[in-house]
């Protein structure tokens, strides 16, 4: 090696730009025929040598010795870490999914103050440690966030979760790969069920049907711990309601029937309570799906209370109201209230019941 030494101290005295393009080429290839160990004393020459000509080079030059050193054994650190650094994101970006040579700290600075595009290469980086995920949670775009999930060694705190479903809420474009993210815990997932279309609300339920019940519990006390302080707004004739459903209870004769009788009498508030209470769910949710006709929602509350299907016909119908063909839809509704299995309608339930906070 002292006749490499000798010779590279020999080439850096050239100046040219083209001699320094070739002496760079050079002293890599040098570098990866020698193939230097972590204590070796040469691996710092060749360091501050390609360092020093990184600098003087133009991207593309950049961009090939970074390729090069991407999955380097024993890497020139000083040298990776410029290249990671590099504004050029062709030079930057295979140091910073592949180099072994690129620290958690380095990681963690450039999340801070490095743009999408550097923090894209970073979401495709094997087992990102979650203090790095955070940080791309926080200031990254809807694409990035994207390839995030689509790595599946990446590790994410509980509060970059639930960082990512809210923004999931507001960027409609990013739910179809919050959704499908296999790592999002269940009780963040039936979040999304009342945000997305209805095709993804299907995997929703996919996902609850396979929770095992040991888990259950867990999702539904971390469900409870992120919506205790969220706060419902009842309607104006909530205690009038309140107080007719509470009678009917007393007299035994809350039941499916008399849902149907408050819909038809327009009491669309004492509904709401009875209908929470019977299967379970939440005020704000039972106002949620009737104010938005969600029919599919209906049919899992209704499965989940042990109604018929002929009662969840006549109250989809009812909800429904002067829409054109509601016996068509509701019958259509009805075909998928069989298929459903009550277990996973009274799991779904349950991570709603969870958010009367």
């Known amino acids: 090696m002292k006749q490499s030494a000798a010779e590279l101290m020999d080439l850096a005295k050239e100046k040219s730009g083209e001699h320094r393009r070739e002496l760079m080429h050079r002293v890599a290839d040098m570098y990866f025929q020698f193939g230097p160990r972590v204590d070796d004393p040469e691996l710092a020459l060749f360091d501050d040598v ?72 970073i979401s ?23 390839v995030l999930l689509a790595n599946a060694s990446a590790n994410l705190s509980r509060e970059a979760h639930e960082r990512l479903v809210d923004r999931a ?6 739910q179809a790969a919050v959704v499908r993210y296999a790592k999002l815990p269940v009780d963040l997932l039936n979040e999304m069920y009342f945000v997305v279309e209805a095709r993804m609300r299907s995997v929703i339920l996919q996902r609850n049907a396979q929770i095992k019940p040991e888990e ?73 799906i009737h104010e938005r006709r969600e029919l599919d929602a209906l049919s899992i509350v209704c499965k989940a209370a042990g109604f018929d299907r002929a009662i969840f016909i006549t109250m989809a119908v009812l909800v429904l109201g002067r829409e054109n063909n509601p016996m068509g839809r509701a019958r259509e509704y009805g075909e998928i209230y069989e298929a459903l299995p009550r277990e996973v309608a009274r799991r779904t339930v349950r991570f709603w019941g969870d958010r009367r906070g």
Do not use: C, W
């Not at 890497?75 to 592949?98: G, M, N, Y």
């Not at 495709?124 to 994207?146: F, K, M, Q, Y």
């Not at 809420?169 to 990013?174: D, N």
């Not at 029937?257 to 209908?275: E, M, P, W």
């Open 50 to 121: 390609l360092s020093q000509l990184a600098q003087e080079m133009e991207s593309r030059v950049r961009a090939e010795l970074a390729n090069r050193m991407a999955l380097a054994r024993t890497p020139p650190v000083r040298l990776i870490r410029t290249l990671a650094r590099d504004e050029i994101i062709d030079v930057a970006s295979p140091i910073l999914q592949l180099s072994r040579a690129v620290s958690e700290e380095d990681l963690i600075d450039l999340a801070r103050t490095r743009g999408d595009a550097h923090l894209k290469a």
């Open 124 to 146: 495709r980086r094997s087992n990102l440690p979650a203090s790095v995920t955070d940080l791309i949670v926080d200031r990254a775009g809807e694409s990035t966030l994207e």
């Open 169 to 174: 809420v507001e960027h409609p474009a990013l």
């Open 216 to 288: 259950l519990d867990e999702a539904l006390r971390q469900s409870r711990d992120r919506l205790a302080s969220r706060k419902t707004n009842h309607p104006p004739d909530f205690a009038r309601a309140e107080k007719t459903v509470k009678a009917a209870e007393v007299r035994g004769t809350i039941s499916p029937n008399v849902l149907v009788g408050f819909l038809r009498s327009g009491d669309t508030t004492a509904y709401l309570i009875a209908i929470s209470k019977l299967a379970g769910t939440d005020f704000e949710t039972a106002r949620t």
